[in-house]
């Protein structure tokens, strides 16, 4: 089936630790996202990426990287001078002018 | 200024019930796409309905209704013969521009429906 898969979906980080969440889709969407959601909260933009190798920032990029080496995989690291990293994080993709498809997220606590 | 507006935090529906759920928008592009999507316990985010600024027809999908009044600037989701499995939160978004390669969307706060059986 065609999708996005998010992986892990729970993922625990030590203080000064980088983690990176994985995103990938087999959709052949040219755009990819990355968002938080913080409880009672919409969704915020991180970071998206419209084509190989390039990516924007999105509201909330501080303390987060990204890259796009490849069509189907977003991958998302949480740095260690992102200082509030819990939230629920969700990939979704697109194609030219469609809606974003979503994953099923990532939970991520900090220890 | 906040892009979506949902002021509704929860509401509660009667099974078989319609329920209209509010979503007011700012924005001063002339071209923009509205969007609902529905969010289950489970997390993922469920893409329900598209409303485009030129369209003069309200969308219809399924048992999903968007009243679409532009010059009030309001997209309110509607749902027919609400069942148990409509609980869930529900978040209106936005696209400002026409559709390109990539559509950041600026989402709102949500609205939790709860259907009482």
């Known amino acids: 089936d065609g999708g996005i898969t998010q992986s892990p979906k729970y993922l625990f980080r030590k203080e000064g630790q980088n983690v990176t969440l994985s995103c990938e889709q087999n959709l052949n969407h040219d755009a990819m996202y990355w968002y938080r959601q913080d409880p009672g909260q919409g969704l915020r933009l991180i970071y998206y990426?419209?084509?190989?190798?390039?990516?924007q920032k999105g509201d909330i990029a501080e303390g987060y990287s990204v890259s796009r080496e490849k069509k189907e995989s977003f991958p998302l690291t949480v740095t260690s001078a992102q200082k509030n990293p819990t939230a629920f994080y969700l990939c979704?993709?697109?194609?030219?002018?469609?809606?974003?498809?979503f994953g099923d997220g990532t939970r991520l606590s900090i220890l | 200024a906040q892009k979506i507006t949902q002021t509704q935090p929860g509401m509660f529906v009667q099974e078989k019930e319609a329920v209209t759920l509010d979503c007011t928008y700012d924005?001063?592009?002339?071209?923009?796409?509205l969007f609902w999507y529905k969010q289950p316990s489970s997390g993922e985010m469920i893409f329900l309905i598209y409303?485009?600024?030129?369209?003069?027809q309200n969308a219809t999908e399924g048992r999903y209704s968007l009243n679409f009044q532009k010059a009030r600037k309001s997209a309110n989701l509607v749902i027919s013969a609400s069942q148990l499995g409509d609980s869930a939160m529900y978040f209106c978004?936005?696209?400002?521009?026409?559709?390109?390669?990539?559509?950041?969307?600026?989402f709102g706060t949500g609205t939790r429906l709860t259907v009482i059986p």
């Open positions: 924005t001063s592009d002339q071209s923009y796409g």
């Open positions: 409303q485009g600024s030129y369209d003069e």
């Open positions: 979704a993709s697109s194609g030219v002018g469609q809606p974003q498809h």
């Open positions: 990426s419209q084509i190989v190798n390039d990516f």
């Open positions: 978004a936005m696209r400002e521009g026409l559709p390109t390669g990539a559509n950041n969307l600026f």
